[in-house]
């Protein structure tokens, strides 16, 4: 019998679907899935629970050939899985908080797409096997703007007939031929300048633009009050005059924005300013959360610094034992205390960091890519 097709919305998912650990080579959504792993080697490698007890290591012989898997099957399957896999989902359904969503994205001949989207804004596809059932996932990654094959595996026809407890909580879907995630109204995300003039340093002229931001239908005045405070204690005016630029980069969480205040006087540095504000609530984001929202860990993140600040000899031309104390001294400070992460415009993770450099007053904030681990 035909199950219908299952559209659900968690609101908030206590578990993400994505196994941990590092991150799989990036794959093209048509590439073929690999064997999955058993429970034991998933376990020892990335630490994820065991579910053995709930995929058997083969699947029974047939005695005659397998119908290949309708849509609604799939779908059937693939939501028995999560009441498995998520502990407590009911509960965190039944709290009504941030969505998460799936349904069928794409129906081929050979292959069912089921998109996942977690309440913390993670893209994941699961692409089924429409006759053997066997699914391998992919996750999307900020950072290279595609998506990466992870570790995760499963078989969705071994869940069909599985019913968890309690019985899956679902939205009925209409009678269309494949169920999809409801979309949502269009957010516009606009970057302009609360302030825009032109300062004269050194008789030439230069910009002194403070951005703000505006969502549709949030509140970002505390956010846009806080920026135009901080950056208009910099004077625009007489010989401590100073050039106030701007870059911004917008993903679907939230808006990155890197300002930079010089005065064009030799022997000085600029002084950098990362600002994150959250999409969906129009206020800052903690630089923990920024980390996170690009799909990178803590630990991920200190070693991009370590290797960022090892690379970083404090300028160029800088002599070996100069460079050597730099790196030393930059290696004591791979931490939120001294670093600021942000999204550049590429999509990378990048951060400026208060760092020891050579020349000047030997420490200055600059910005660094943590992908490429050079300046920016």
């Not at 893209?123 to 391998?136: D, E, I, M, S, W």
């Not at 899956?168 to 300048?193: E, L, R």
């Not at 951005?211 to 806080?226: C, E, L």
């Not at 540095?269 to 929202?293: E, H, Q, T």
Request: one cysteine or more; glycine letters at 6%.
């Amino acid at each position: 019998m035909t199950a219908p097709i299952v559209l659900c919305a968690i609101l908030v998912c206590a578990c993400s679907v994505t196994p941990s650990g590092k991150s799989a080579k990036s794959t093209d959504a048509s590439e073929e899935p690999t064997t999955a792993t058993t429970a034991a080697q998933t376990k020892a490698e990335d630490g994820t629970p065991e579910y053995s007890e709930l995929i058997p290591e083969s699947a029974p012989e047939e005695t005659e050939p397998v119908k290949p898997l309708t849509d609604e099957e799939a779908m059937t399957g693939f939501t028995n899985y999560l009441y498995f896999k998520v502990k407590d989902l009911q509960k965190i359904l039944d709290e009504d908080k941030l969505p998460c969503t799936w349904g069928v994205a794409s129906s081929g001949k050979d292959e069912i797409m089921i998109m996942f989207k977690s309440h913390t804004g993670a893209l994941l596809r699961y692409y089924v096997n429409r006759n053997t059932g066997k699914t391998y996932v992919t996750q999307y990654s900020v950072q290279t703007n595609s998506y990466y094959r992870t570790k995760e595996t499963l078989n969705v026809r071994e869940y069909i007939n599985k019913k968890p407890t309690p019985t899956p909580y679902v939205i009925k879907p209409s009678n269309s031929k494949a169920a999809t995630p409801t979309s949502k109204p269009k957010v516009k995300v606009k970057v302009s300048n609360a302030v825009n003039k032109t300062v004269t340093i050194s008789g030439h002229k230069y910009s002194y633009k403070i951005p703000k931001v505006s969502i549709t239908g949030k509140n970002t005045n505390a956010a846009n009050k806080k920026i135009k405070s901080e950056l208009s204690k910099y004077s625009c005016k007489g010989s401590n005059a100073r050039e106030i630029v701007y870059s911004y980069h917008t993903t679907g969480k939230l808006v990155s924005i890197l300002v930079r205040v010089s005065n064009h006087k030799a022997g000085t540095f600029p002084v950098y300013k990362a600002y994150n504000i959250s999409i969906s609530s129009g206020k800052f984001v903690k630089d923990r959360d920024v980390v996170k929202l690009s799909g990178t860990t803590d630990k991920q993140f200190y070693s991009m610094l370590k290797t960022t600040f090892k690379n970083y000899r404090g300028g160029t031309s800088v002599p070996e034992a100069d460079a050597k104390k730099i790196i030393n001294t930059n290696l004591k400070r791979v931490s939120y205390k001294y670093v600021d992460p942000y999204i550049g415009k590429n999509g990378h993770l990048c951060f400026v960091g208060y760092v020891a450099c050579y020349g000047g007053t030997g420490a200055a904030y600059k910005p660094f890519d943590g992908i490429t681990h050079k300046p920016v």
